[in-house]
């Protein structure tokens, strides 16, 4: 536990107004260098600490402290690490997943949002927050007419802020690209990693799909839409480096195996991949276990470990070591290797989640894409 | 001697702010209109109302970047011998790169070892004269590589070449000084060197801000110590005009350099002797005249024990 709860507790005469002061006068939840101590306020017949770490209980209990209604929950946590949570309430047999009341610091996604905790050493990179001295890109969007689904699909696309018509670009397909945009601060990123020369200027498409379940499953079609309609029509309307190593995918979790499989599907035409906790489930022997929504992923990556090719010539993959991902993105590396790819993976203390990819873009975007600040100086 | 001598006035980055009228009259360069050199911004060369409403003064763009382009496709055979000549260029710099790079590591390593410090020291000596004889090695391998293509086709019977070198000569001429801006440094040099810009502006008043300050004195380094995936060591790129003759110049230390490693930066110091490391933030300046230092505000040099050390006119 926290020393300076434990000092409070230790107080004879433990009032409302010493439990006020001294939520008034600490950060929530306690972090120390080695573990942290949740706290939580308030009556209750349980409360429960929900986090997303692989090989630890989901819901762990918190302990009742028998003094002006205060809870409290310790677990370890190495240093640098960063994990999201919630807390479950229970009252009159009634249980409810809140975010932390105590921790204003919240990660949004898709689903809402959860609770920050940043562990001892972690700090948000200053590249994530906008910087007003990064000059910024603008948004446009383009109409796809898409043979391989038939429709017309829109697509964001991120136009560096030095956009002109005459100096040719690099090209990143982003998977989700709303959710990396308003989760990941990708567009804030960008802006800031141009500015500083760590990444040339580079046109990013940013696709969305209606169903991404099922087209970023290992799917022919949408491997199909990013080659034969989507790259065409950027082609036609931006002016656009041609060659494989200009080009590059990006997603993360199925987004991951999508950029994988529309590689894989069109080898040669992607030189460059950014994987972030792709969901490269496998089996090598009977059925998998991870449900049926896994199944045409499971059907693809059993087919690309027996045949991997060559999909790229440079990948960046990172993974969070509290995912169970970690486990197939690591039994990936060596296959990727074995073909000459020039590949790295990133092991972070982290989880299956946006913060943490947001945290990652530099360095993958970076190594596959090396900015011009070795030679610009402006 | 030094009244009469021509002014160079070396700054840091323009940004976030430009600071180049403050400095042109802190430093009391009067100049009633400026040609502009932007090659470094490459396809954006002619964006220059930048400088324009910077100075307040009226500015002409040479055009050094365009001029290569529609040289190179009016005699192809000079644009393709460039380009064969630029990618021997970067083999060069990869070789010399990668023997550098053992060099620096054995450097340092001996400044951590745990031995008597004469010993120490005399080890260091050693090491950093190896590091500068591969410095001068390398400038002297890139000055073949430049000998070996350049006579063959910047001469007056290259018609096209002739043309546009006259041109810049009569546009400088018709301009009281020339502004050279920042930008991609291998391209500006490449530009300034292929228009013979070095002889062009030996007698003129010349105002360079960060990679057009680096490309004003004897010779280029490349550095930069926060680079995403690991630091690397300075590199020399290659001559430059040699305007300036006794100062490397090294812009924007504040996020290009970790100012609190005094033995790194003592090592790249001595290295570069008897060169000094003259460094420009935002806001800094310094002015000289001819080879003389003549003022400066708040520029700095790198001492051999890692300092940063005001530099003052004499």
């Known amino acids: ?86 807390l479950e309430v229970e009252r009159n047999g009634q249980r409810e997943l809140i975010v932390d009341p105590l921790n204003p610091v919240l990660a949004h996604d898709p689903f809402g949002a959860n609770s920050v905790c940043q562990g001892w050493g972690y700090e948000r990179p200053d590249w994530t927050l906008e910087n007003k001295e990064s000059r910024r890109g603008r948004l446009e969007t383009l109409p796809v007419r898409s043979r391989a689904f038939g429709e017309i699909r829109a697509v964001d696309v991120y136009l560096p802020a030095n956009y002109r018509d005459n100096r040719p670009l690099h090209l990143l397909m982003v998977h989700d690209g709303g959710e990396y945009r308003h989760f990941a601060a990708l567009q804030t990123v960008l802006d800031n990693l141009v500015h500083r020369l760590e990444i040339p200027p580079m046109l990013v498409a940013m696709t969305q799909s209606p169903d991404r379940l099922n087209e970023y499953a290992g799917n022919d079609r949408h491997a199909d839409f990013l080659a034969g309609d989507l790259l065409p029509a950027l082609q036609a309307r931006y002016p656009l480096l041609d060659a494989p190593e200009h080009r590059g995918l990006m997603g993360a979790s199925f987004g991951g195996v999508a950029s994988l499989h529309a590689a894989w599907r069109h080898p040669g ?65 060596p296959r990727l290797q074995d073909q000459g790819i020039d590949v790295t993976l990133e092991e972070v203390r982290d989880a299956h989640n946006w913060e943490n990819w947001r945290d990652r873009l530099r360095n993958g975007l970076s190594w596959l894409f090396p900015g011009p600040q070795w030679i610009v100086y402006e | 001697m030094t009244a009469d001598a021509p002014r160079r006035l070396l700054l840091g980055p323009q940004r976030p702010a430009p600071y180049l009228r403050e400095a042109l009259e802190a430093a009391e360069i009067e ?168 002889d062009l502006l030996a007698d003129r008043t010349v105002i360079g801000w960060s990679a057009g300050a680096m490309a004003l004195a004897h010779h280029v380094v ?31 230390p504040v996020h290009r350099l970790r100012r609190n490693r005094p033995g790194r930066l003592g090592l790249l110091a001595r290295r570069m002797s008897p060169q000094r490391c003259l460094t420009l933030d935002h806001g800094e300046y310094a002015c000289f005249a001819g080879e003389q230092l003549v003022a400066a505000h708040k520029a700095r040099h790198i001492d051999r024990k890692g300092r940063h050390v005001r530099l003052r006119p004499s």
């Open chain 1, 269 to 333: 035409l992607w030189g460059r991949l950014l994987l972030q906790s792709g969901s490269f489930a496998f089996s090598d022997i009977g059925r998998h276990r991870r449900g049926p929504v896994f199944d045409p992923v499971v059907k693809f990556m059993n087919a690309f470990r027996e045949a991997p090719g060559r999909p790229a010539e440079r990948m960046y993959l990172s993974c969070g070591i509290y995912e169970s991902l970690i486990y197939e993105n690591r039994s990936l590396l």
């Open chain 1, 1 to 86: 536990m926290n020393p300076d709860l434990r000092k409070l507790l230790r107080k004879r005469a433990l009032d409302d107004a010493a439990v006020d002061a001294f939520l008034a006068a600490h950060r929530f939840p306690l972090v120390d260098e080695e573990s942290v101590t949740f706290v939580y306020r308030g009556e209750a017949d349980a409360i429960y600490l929900h986090i997303w770490i692989s090989g630890l209980d989901t819901a762990q209990p918190f302990q009742a402290l028998g003094k002006a209604g205060l809870w409290a929950a310790t677990i370890d946590l190495p240093k640098g690490s960063r994990i999201e949570y919630k």
């Open chain 2, 31 to 198: 100049a009633r209109s400026f040609a502009v050199i932007s090659a470094g911004w490459q396809e954006a060369e002619s964006d220059i109302d930048i400088i324009r409403d910077a100075v307040g003064r009226p500015v002409a763009d040479l055009e050094l970047y365009r001029r290569a382009e529609t040289l190179f496709a009016e005699v192809p055979k000079m644009g393709e011998a460039y380009r064969e000549r630029q990618a021997r260029l970067k083999e060069q710099q990869r070789l010399y790169r990668s023997r550098l790079k053992q060099l620096a590591i054995a450097a340092r390593n001996v400044t951590r070892e745990n031995a008597h410090p004469a010993l120490v020291d005399a080890e260091l000596r050693h090491a950093i004269t190896q590091l500068r004889a591969l410095d001068r090695h390398h400038l002297r391998a890139t000055e073949r590589l430049h000998a070996a293509v350049g006579p063959e086709w910047q001469h007056a019977r290259n018609r096209p070449w002739r043309r546009h070198h006259d041109e810049i000569a009569a546009r400088i001429e018709a301009h009281d000084a020339v502004i050279v801006t920042g930008g991609n440094l291998p391209v500006l040099l490449n530009r300034l060197r292929l228009f013979g810009l070095a």
């Open chain 2, 222 to 252: 490349l550095y930069h110590d926060h680079m995403p995936h690991g630091r690397r060591e300075p590199e020399v790129l290659g001559a430059g005009c040699g305007l300036i003759q006794r100062f490397v110049v090294l812009p924007d």
